[in-house]
């Protein structure tokens, strides 16, 4: 199944091998490494990734994950969406890879429900409470992924507590949102050479992506066409007027309630629902 899934923006099966001690799949090298090893890992010699191939990764993830959902039968759901999965040719495009914990659906189903599996901090709430996957988890995996583009940072770091931060980056970008500190959250590493008006669209994308219920949040195509430039400030307008409304209605029941850590933050979750399906 998986190597019939041939998209530009997926790492394509060559082959496998078997025999009595080992199982081998065989796939091209990708001699730029993943994002997640050029973001934080790349040794002095290479330079960081500059803006606009950073803009042309979250395009091109974004492209092969919509293949994934919309043009396989059945649809594959990835489950493990992150920066260390996005791997990069000689080109920088991006290319999804590690379909290790992928999962096959069957069009009529809305979800499959299976032990969790998948990247701390990068797990939709909706599936590490039930154990319940969609095409959604991967959504919300992209998006959290988009901030590990633009800030350069781990998903769960726990570093962050050093600073009195929070340790899952969906919540300090939050934070610093909140304070409209922008520019505290672009990786240093591009050193100030990035467009401002952009870096503000990919940021509306991740949290429209990553937010706690997932009907809410948009498919994979319509990212697509968002970051093409088709739509993005009417769902934006949209999702801004339902936040002031949440707001407000909070408000009123609670005098003490954090819009932006409302349902959409993993912190939120019950204890009881946080021992839910591994």
Known sequence: MISMAVHRNL????????TPTERLLVYPFMVN??????????????????????????LGSARGLAY?????????????????NILLDEEFEAVV????????MDY?????????RGTIGHIAPEYLSTGKSSEKTDVFGYGVMLLELITGQRAFDLARLANDDDVMLLDWV?????????????DADMEGHYVEEEVEEL??????????????????????????????????????????????????????????LD?????????DELSGPR
């Open 263 to 271: 349902n959409n933050s993993t912190s939120q979750i019950p204890p």
């Open 68 to 84: 994934l959902h919309d043009h396989c039968d059945p649809k594959i759901i990835h489950r493990d969406v992150k920066a260390a």
């Open 108 to 116: 009529k189903d809305t979800h499959v429900t299976t032990a969790v």
């Open 11 to 18: 790492l394509r099966l060559r082959g496998f091998c078997m």
């Open 174 to 186: 939050k934070g610093l949102l909140k304070d409209k500190k922008l520019e505290a959250l672009v």
């Open 33 to 58: 490494g993943s994002v997640a090893s050029c973001l934080r890992e790349r040794p002095e010699s290479q330079s960081a990734l500059d803006w606009p191939v950073r803009k042309r990764i979250a």
């Open 203 to 260: 940021i509306q994308v991740a949290l429209l992506c990553t937010q706690g219920a997932p009907m809410e949040r948009p498919k994979m195509s319509e990212v697509v066409r968002m970051l093409e430039g088709d739509g993005l400030a009417e769902r934006w307008e949209e999702w801004q007027k339902e936040e002031m409304f949440r707001q407000d209605f909070n408000s009123m029941h609670n005098p003490n309630a954090n819009w932006i």
């Open 97 to 104: 890879g590690d379909f290790g914990l992928a999962k096959l």
